[in-house]
């Protein structure tokens, strides 16, 4: 019975997630367009290219902005409001529903939106800010070149900040509620008690998150892309976009498949190499309870 | 003693305005959306804030039809289906035999496709695209719904094992000492007690495909094979040449988010258990 019962998910998970997986670093010796041409053996040659490669590492910057910026303004939100929903608020159930709602949402949906609210001229921030009278800031573009990177973070911690609420709010649930009460009793504020006791006592959890949410940054595509609409701006590439845009194309196709392939290769290991940093970093001893 | 009060109220008042504020924006943005889903282009752009009281029903008979997205919603709807239905028939039985059977590398097994969830998916587009062209499933929702199935096994068995393995011993001692065989027991006993967990998976599954998007960008080509994502993409890809119909793109918006919606407000609370569950177990 275990045979046959694992076999199905076995089989299609070593043949469409792992041997793929494996064929990438392969592939990544190679330059190739994948239509009839034989494959030219370069070696690493797609990754001394990858290293010298400006877009590469503009996208790299653009990666890491997304991790360490909108990170810390996600986590930041995130546990501002669990300490606030922890607070002894009512509907504590329907405003988490609520603020992780964007999360259930197409993304496509979401960056239309989003579009619309940063367009020049006639978008909902310009709007708001002419009702304000505030016309200088009316009068900038959002969606120029050197500013439509942070309009797109904007958008992606405010679906972002909904998902890693509800996990760390998990986290905090778990937390003994006689910890809670007894600070309360002791004069603690709300900060104070989310600070000493919470923060502490879910510390495996904020590990978790944090892991989760620098794999989501390191292959982030599909809210860039959306948001980036086709002709997609270079100052909106993550690594994952480029790959995209290497391997398959906007509007011409490149087929670069080989180099294309060597930048997911970079990303796998890039991913394991934060997975151990984190975990190295954030090494605590778990606190019991 | 009073004015300990009121700085407690205004703490309490500054949580509500925060959180509220925060959950508003949310209801602001879907009832936006469908506000200018039902404008005319002029009134979208010359007045953004108001409410439509001749409604422009045509947006959407321009979008259903002309823009096909009839077509691209039963797409979805049968690739989502289709893939959740498979996915659930390969990784519920799977789940069970890593949390409740013994045999030898169990753990090993259940870290194995544990590992899955770590891989970045981009690593598989360009080996993906090959492998699906060689077996003559490149451009067809068949090889899209297969993708999705093999890509969504790491995290559903992750989650249903925690469900398997949270359920109780004592009724599976029971069944096998009246003499049920080791399927019945399956079958008859722990199926049905796992059913809650079951749907909980199903759920989370259908949403996440129902509104994924890059790997259908990668794995098809047709616009007859358009998924919604992928029919809202083309519709704004198209509008650089014919302008903007921005409020039929509303139109299109709404119909991709209404269903997801319309399930969050029926089972938001199993589905963010079943969210925090996968991710702080």
């Not at chain 2, 879907?30 to 506000?35: D, H, S």
């Not at chain 2, 947006?59 to 498979?86: C, E, M, Q």
């Not at chain 2, 003499?179 to 079958?187: A, E, I, K, M, P």
């Not at chain 2, 119909?245 to 919606?261: E, H, Q």
């Amino acid at each position: 019975m275990v045979v046959a019962f694992l076999a199905p998910a076995l089989i299609l998970y070593l043949g469409l997630l792992i041997f793929p997986a494996l064929q990438a670093f392969y592939l990544s010796l190679f330059e190739t367009s994948g239509f009839g041409d034989t494959p030219t053996w370069v070696g690493i040659g797609n990754y001394t290219r990858l290293l010298s490669d400006p877009i590469f590492w503009g996208a790299l910057r653009n990666m890491s902005m997304i991790m360490v910026v909108g990170g810390v303004a996600t986590f930041g939100l995130a546990f501002l409001f669990t300490m606030l929903l922890n607070s002894g608020l009512r509907g504590k159930k329907l405003f988490r529903a609520l603020i992780f709602l964007p999360n259930i949402i197409a993304v496509v949906a979401i960056t239309t939106f989003w579009s619309f609210v940063f367009m020049p001229r006639y978008g909902l921030l310009t709007s708001v800010l002419k009702a304000l009278g505030l016309t200088s800031l009316a009068s900038i573009s959002w969606t120029a070149p050197e500013n439509v990177f942070f309009a797109m973070m904007v958008g992606l911690v405010w679906i972002s900040a909904g998902f890693y609420t509800i996990l760390i709010l998990a986290g905090a649930d778990k937390v003994p509620t006689d910890m809670y009460e007894a600070a309360r009793l002791e004069g603690a504020s709300t900060f104070q008690i989310f600070r000493l006791i919470t923060l502490p006592m879910i510390w495996d959890v904020i590990l978790i998150t944090l892991v989760l949410w620098s794999i989501h940054a390191i292959k982030i595509v599909e809210f860039p892309y959306a948001f980036g609409g086709p002709n997609i701006d270079q100052n909106l590439y993550t690594p994952a976009i480029y790959l995209y845009i290497m391997g398959f194309g906007q509007r011409e196709p490149v087929y670069a498949l080989g180099y294309s392939t060597a930048i997911g290769v970079a990303l796998f290991f890039l991913t394991l190499v934060t997975i151990v940093l984190l975990r190295f970093v954030f090494k605590r001893e778990r606190v019991e309870y | 003693m009073n004015k300990f009060l009121t700085l407690r109220g205004a703490k309490r008042g500054f949580s509500y305005l925060v959180v509220g504020g925060w959950s508003a924006f949310s209801v602001f943005f879907i009832l936006w959306i469908i506000l200018a889903s039902l404008k005319r282009n002029r009134d979208l752009f010359g007045k953004p804030w108001s409410i439509p009281i001749d409604p422009a029903w045509g947006n959407y008979v321009k979008t259903w039809v002309n823009n096909r997205f009839g077509d691209y919603f039963l797409n979805s709807l049968i690739v989502t289906s289709v893939s959740v239905a498979a996915l659930l028939l390969v990784s519920v039985p799977a789940a069970y035999v890593l949390s409740r059977g013994r045999f030898a590398g169990r753990q090993a097994l259940s870290n194995f496709f544990a590992f899955g969830m770590g891989v970045p998916i981009p690593l598989l587009f360009v080996p993906l695209f090959v492998i699906m062209t060689t077996m003559r499933l490149g451009d067809s929702l068949t090889g899209l719904s297969i993708v999705y199935v093999a890509l969504s096994i790491p995290f559903s068995i992750y989650v249903l094992e925690g469900f398997f393995a949270s359920l109780p011993s004592e009724l599976e001692s029971a069944a096998i000492i009246d003499g049920c065989s080791d399927f019945q027991v399956f079958r008859h006993v722990m199926l049905p007690l796992a059913g809650p967990g079951i749907a909980t998976v199903a759920i989370l599954n259908f949403v996440g495909l129902w509104n994924e998007y890059q790997l259908s960008l990668v794995l098809l080509n047709s616009p007859e094979n358009r998924t919604l994502s992928l029919g809202i993409y083309s519709l704004i890809t198209s509008m650089q040449y014919s302008g903007g119909d921005w409020a039929g793109l509303f139109a299109g918006v709404t119909i991709v988010m209404v269903p997801t919606i319309l399930l969050f407000i029926i089972l938001s609370e199993r589905m963010i258990s079943g969210i925090t569950m996968g991710g702080v177990k």
